[in-house]
Nanobody, 123 residues
Framework: QVQFVESGGGLVQPGGSLTLSCAAS????????MAWYRQPPGKERELVAGITSFGDSIHYADSIKGRFTITRDNGKNTVYLQMNSLKPEDTAVYFC????????????????WGQGTQVTVSS
């Protein structure tokens, strides 16, 4: 079955950096766009970034543009999110998913989620 295993979260001070990883399985990874989403405390899940199947097109949410970088390794079935200049408002549980581009945003393709990885930005 489709599975996503996110890792790399933690506690970091404002201005710090983290790199998240997401290992995917159960589908042909290189055939799908991938996306990172996050869910801040008490809020709905939101799109952070998306990348096409071969990485030729990338979309970023305005709130993280210039600070986060999404990449993928199709040989390892893994998508990454490099996060720099972290702010307290980046605190959230971060999830990855296979995604489909529609009407200007990425929607989860399979409707299943991993456990996510917690990112806390605090001094």
């Amino acid at each position: 079955q489709v599975q996503f295993v996110e890792s790399g979260g933690g506690l970091v001070q404002p201005g710090g950096s983290l790199t998240l990883s997401c290992a995917a399985s159960g589908f042909t990874f290189s055939s799908y766009a991938m996306a990172w989403y996050r869910q801040p405390p008490g809020k709905e899940r939101e799109l952070v970034a998306g990348i096409t199947s071969f990485g030729d097109s990338i979309h970023y949410a305005d709130s993280i543009k210039g600070r986060f970088t999404i990449t993928r390794d199709n040989g390892k079935n893994t998508v990454y999110l490099q996060m720099n200049s972290l702010k307290p408002e980046d605190t959230a549980v971060y999830f990855c998913a296979a995604a489909t581009w529609y009407s200007g945003t990425y929607y989860p393709t399979f409707g299943s989620w991993g456990q996510g990885t917690q990112v806390t930005v605090s001094s």
